[in-house]
């Protein structure tokens, strides 16, 4: 996906007509300004339309389900997003859509975000490979949980440092340590979190 980012931002003509005539429904429930711009700006760059839906504003999640959301939307658009509370509405939509569900945000991660912020460094360190990476803070958020799988998963390093206490302390250490690729990367991912905690 990074390679094909790399691309796209490279040469945008070769991809104007790339989603002509495709429809993404952008489902919200937490407010947005950079994910739903972007999203509409890209949609547009490619051909395609997006459709912004305020579930707030919606019967979803109350009287219906997200499961039936899913195969209802997947008749209409060639994809969905939805930037929501929990883990569990995405679950829902992609049990039952036939199109791709995209995740953009829920409260244990937020992928569109750290694939840009991998996209980033990859243009300002020239790759991923033997990247040291620090994150000091409140590290109860999805960001970081994101900083720790990616960092896991293409081979950089991401130490985090945070408050302890029962309101801090909710890392998904098990997702982190079963995407290291090797026992050395493992280990010392595990120091590293451990060292968080």
């Known amino acids: 996906m990074l390679?094909?980012?790399?691309?796209?931002?490279?040469?945008?003509?070769?991809?104007?007509?790339a989603l002509t005539n495709e429809t993404l429904l952008m489902l919200f429930e937490k407010p947005s300004l950079r994910t739903r711009v972007s999203l509409e700006v890209g949609m547009t760059e490619l051909g395609g339309h997006a459709i912004s839906y305020m579930i707030g504003d919606s019967p979803l999640g109350k009287k219906e389900t997200y499961g039936d959301t899913g195969a209802c939307l997947s008749r209409y658009v060639?994809?969905?997003?939805?930037?929501?509370?929990?883990?569990?509405?995405?679950?829902?939509?992609?049990?039952?859509?036939?199109?791709?569900?995209?995740n953009a945000l829920d409260d244990w991660a937020h992928p569109m975000q750290i694939l840009a912020d991998m996209q980033t460094i990859e243009e300002k360190k020239?790759?991923?490979?033997?990247?040291?990476?620090a994150y000091l803070g409140d590290i109860r958020n999805n960001m970081t949980y994101d900083l720790m799988r990616g960092g896991s998963l293409m081979g950089f390093t991401v130490a985090v440092a945070g408050p302890s206490g029962p309101d801090y302390v909710r890392t998904p250490l098990d997702s982190a340590r079963t995407n290291a690729q090797t026992e050395e990367a493992e280990a010392e991912l595990g120091g590293v979190l451990r060292a968080g905690d």
Do not use: C, F
Request: aromatic fraction near 4%; charged fraction near 25%.
């Open 3 to 17: 390679e094909l980012a790399h691309k796209m931002k490279a040469e945008p003509e070769a991809y104007y007509d």
């Open 78 to 102: 060639a994809a969905i997003t939805a930037r929501v509370t929990s883990r569990e509405q995405i679950d829902g939509l992609t049990a039952t859509a036939d199109v791709p569900v995209v």
């Open 126 to 133: 020239g790759g991923l490979s033997g990247v040291r990476m």
